[in-house]
């Protein structure tokens, strides 16, 4: 196991840092689904910028989790690398 993984397996054992690990995941789990996404896409930002109308410096903002997208740029970025978005509401039980 890398380091990196271990020193956050110790931090996730404090119970302040759990609780703001866990508020960020919603937010860090979409920026990783935008980039699997686009890289699936076969796309640069550059290229999916150009297919949008949505600024590059914009995507690289949302891809590093430094913007909160709205439902209708996700479904223009979605569009712009021919894919549909699904939400869901799971259980937290």
Do not use: C, H
Not at 27 to 41: G, V
Not at 54 to 67: C, F, M, P, T, V
């Amino acid at each position: 196991m890398s380091d990196f993984r271990n020193y956050l397996n110790e931090q996730l054992q404090r119970p302040s840092f759990k609780a703001e690990w866990d508020t960020l995941q919603p937010e860090l789990t979409i920026a990783q689904a935008m980039i699997d996404a686009r890289k699936e896409s076969g796309l640069t930002q550059k290229q999916l910028s150009e297919r949008t109308g949505i600024a590059q410096a914009d995507i690289s903002k949302l891809e590093r989790g430094n913007a909160n997208p709205s439902l209708r740029t996700l479904q223009r970025l979605a569009a712009g690398m021919g894919m549909n978005i699904r939400i869901e509401f799971v259980s937290n039980k």
